[in-house]
């Protein structure tokens, strides 16, 4: 048995499982849906959300019996997001990316088999890409997703590869695994990759970067997220370099050597 599976509380799993519970789509939810959703017995599920309410992890509504996140998710989730630094230290070269291109400019980093995007620049042309901070992506979809899953080792990458199903999620939505082998191969060469329309068939492209810690290990990366309309080549070939540079900068305010710098 590996460690950590040996030091494992249940209750503590249980109590992860009603968090989880509540995403986006399902933001409140009564008590039997919460026990179906985590899986658990509606009293052992009410004795935890009892628990839960008591230090402001979720709250309940006292007409309509329905529950949420409580704010003191918000409380840890802004010293999550904070990531050690990595949002303070990489949010200049966020603006200055923004600033340069007029485009979003995304900071993302990988949370088991997902993406997370932790804050954003958001470009002000009329029509621009907007994210939503937090939600869980496909590592397997879209630049910022492919370049985090470039950070795996090899032996993790062929673990995640036979646990994942590859959906198609949008038209161009990398489904093949040799294709995707292929991709992460060219990343941890190139450093950088972009992509179209990968996450979702709302038009969207975008290049992105690995941005490595003192130890080099891969921590985060940073992306332009651009309408696919104005994607065009010379964009492209200003953005690649741009974006690679933004991401070694950042690796190096973190003590680590991104591409540029090894």
Request: hydrophobic share 40%; charged share 25%.
């Amino acid at each position: 048995m590996q460690d950590g599976e040996r030091y494992r509380v249940n209750v503590l799993d249980r109590a992860v499982a009603i968090l989880k519970a509540f995403d986006l789509s399902h933001p409140s939810l009564t008590l039997s849906e919460v026990a179906v959703r985590a899986k658990l017995h509606t009293s052992t599920c009410l004795r935890l959300l009892t628990t839960l309410r008591h230090h402001g992890m979720v709250s309940r509504d006292e007409g309509s019996g329905r529950y949420c996140l409580g704010y003191e998710i918000l409380a840890l989730a802004e010293v999550a997001r904070g990531s050690g630094g990595l949002v303070e230290w990489a949010r200049p070269v966020m603006r200055e990316l923004c600033e340069r291109f007029d485009e979003t400019v995304v900071l993302s980093v990988r949370s088991g088999d997902f993406r997370i995007d932790l804050d954003q620049v958001i470009g002000q042309q009329n029509v621009r890409r907007v994210t939503a901070l937090g939600d869980q992506k496909p590592l397997y979809a879209g630049a910022a997703s492919q370049v985090l899953l470039s950070g795996l080792s090899d032996a993790e990458l062929d673990a995640y590869l036979d646990r994942v199903e590859l959906l198609k999620l949008a038209e161009h939505t990398v489904t093949d695994v040799a294709q995707l082998r292929r991709i992460v191969t060219r990343i941890r060469h190139d450093g950088v990759i972009d992509s179209f329309q990968q996450q979702s068939d709302s038009g969207g492209a975008g290049v992105a970067a690995g941005i490595f810690g003192a130890r080099g290990e891969l921590v985060g990366a940073i992306g332009v997220s651009v309408p696919q309309y104005r994607f065009t080549p010379s964009l492209r070939a200003k953005l690649i370099p741009a974006v690679l540079a933004g991401a070694d900068k950042i690796s190096r305010i973190l003590g680590g050597r991104g591409l540029l710098s090894a």
